[in-house]
């Protein structure tokens, strides 16, 4: 894997307007004041940013707003410091590269948040609501979806706005932010939720972490009331990690400050709630929910896969492109030996085309009659790409020893990319790359098993690959 700059914007984003009259300062570093009126956050750097107007085009246009880092710059104290929330995130192991992403994750949760207050306000000009009053419907009007930790700052943020600024009492001000706060988990390794250093922490967003250990505080009051004497259960639920260098748990606080919480499957929205937040799920059973992820069929279906898209409406119109619920009715086609046997021709007809393709591209010939056996995640340890090269050198190694005995001919196909700083996922891709190299040019093993390390792999790759119809998918992360 060899990576390169990719200046995406470098003619613009046809998507966005410019409103540079919305110019949002961000503050970082600094020291907080304490007086009878309140906190007040001090001495900070500032950096400014602009706000881009957009669409979402799908089957009805979405108008939505976003910022973007690096729109605009204006910076006070340490120029060199505040500009850098514009470059790629160094390799997060140092110090340094962990204050760059923190501060990245920080500059769009603050400047989005300004704009979201920004534009409530204005949705409430001339109103005779006093100011303890106003927010009082904010959790009707805004709901903040947080898509991993990786915003979690958003909390704090929301906090310091309504309490530092706007005067609320901290138990309203709690209140609102945790109606407006929904939280979607990706993950269930532990060691892949986000975990910020409290000196970093400290250093970067000092009120912030004085927030955090306030709500920490009253969370875990709460946990005393419910358990009295149980040590070890306050421990497992902090916000704030005691062991070795204090660390703030993104996760945990992500769900104390959210309404609900949900994983993207059934099976994954499960193992949240029993096994990774148990504890949490104990405390309030019907915050946990699970929200399946889905897909639009305008691309995996009608797109990329016009032969599927075609059949399907002929048995059951084309209104299933803008309801998808509509497809339960091929449930009435389950036994049609018809239907079943136009299904397999249009997925052979795929396979063919991506086997010339893969052909093409890695002059590796593919039988397009094997079974395509798919791992296509980011390569990382626990998404268990090493696993299965192991497991292709398994198969390998029989066929070598026993060329005659029966195999059905498989085609193993994996895809991913590794973070730029992460070392052995780099090595496995190595890996992947030399396994295939042996297996595809032996001529004992043949058209028996083939191995293909898609690179650069992207949307437009897996539009080739999707309508393939992957007989078998490795699903082995931890």
């Given at each position: 894997q060899v990576e390169e700059a990719d200046d995406w914007l470098r003619h613009g984003n046809p998507w966005e307007k410019a409103r540079p009259e919305y110019m949002l300062p961000v503050h970082f570093y600094g020291r907080v004041e304490h007086t009878a009126a309140g906190a007040k956050w001090v001495d900070t750097q500032v950096r400014a940013t602009a706000a881009g107007a957009g669409e979402a085009r799908g089957a009805h246009a979405v108008p939505r707003g976003r910022m973007r880092?690096?729109?605009?710059?204006?910076?006070?104290?340490?120029?060199?410091?505040?500009?850098?929330?514009?470059?790629?995130?160094?390799?997060?192991?140092?110090?340094e590269g962990k204050e760059l992403r923190l501060k990245q994750e920080y500059f769009v949760v603050a400047a989005t948040l300004q704009d979201i207050i920004r534009r409530f306000k204005a949705s409430k000009f001339g109103s005779t609501e006093s100011v303890r009053t106003v927010f009082d419907s904010f959790p009707d009007q805004v709901a903040i979806q947080l898509n991993d930790t990786h915003p979690a700052m958003a909390i704090p943020e929301l906090m310091r706005i309504f309490v530092d600024i706007e005067k609320l009492p901290w138990s309203k001000a709690w209140d609102i932010t945790k109606q407006t706060f929904a939280y979607t988990n990706h993950t269930v390794l532990p060691e892949a939720l986000e975990r910020w250093p409290v000196d970093l922490v400290e250093k970067l967003l000092p009120r912030h972490l004085q927030i955090i250990y306030e709500i920490n505080q009253k969370h875990l009051d709460h946990i005393v009331s419910l358990f009295p004497n149980d040590v070890d259960r306050l421990r497992r639920m902090s916000l704030i990690e005691e062991g070795g260098t204090k660390r703030i748990n993104m996760a945990h606080l992500c769900i104390v400050g959210s309404h609900a919480v949900n994983g993207v499957a059934k099976i994954h929205s499960e193992i949240v709630k029993t096994q990774v937040f148990e504890d949490f799920a104990a405390l309030e059973p019907e915050k946990f929910q699970n929200k399946t992820n889905g897909i639009t069929p305008r691309r995996w279906l009608l797109l990329c896969n016009p032969g599927l898209a075609e059949l399907i409406a002929e048995k059951i119109g084309e209104d299933y492109v803008r309801d998808l619920s509509q497809l339960a009715k091929l449930h009435e086609f389950v036994d049609d030996d018809l239907f079943i046997r136009e299904v397999a021709k249009v997925k052979q007809e795929n396979k063919v085309k991506f086997a010339l393709y893969l052909e093409k591209e890695y002059k590796v010939k593919i039988n397009p009659s094997s079974m395509f056996d798919v791992h296509v995640k980011r390569i990382h340890e626990y998404k268990r790409q090493l696993m299965n090269c192991l497991h292709i050198i398994t198969m390998y190694n029989r066929i070598r020893r026993d060329p005659a005995k029966p195999f059905v001919p498989r085609t193993v196909i994996i895809g991913g990319k590794a973070a730029p700083g992460y070392h052995m996922a780099k090595m496995i891709i190595k890996l992947i790359n030399t396994v295939a190299q042996v297996v595809n040019n032996d001529p004992i093993v043949g058209s028996k098993l083939k191995v293909i390390f898609l690179e650069n792999y992207r949307v437009s790759l897996a539009e080739k690959g999707s309508p393939c119809g992957t007989r078998c998918g490795e699903g082995i992360s931890t």
């Open positions: 880092a690096g729109a605009a710059t204006r910076a006070a104290g340490s120029p060199g410091k505040a500009q850098r929330c514009s470059v790629p995130p160094l390799c997060s192991q140092f110090f």
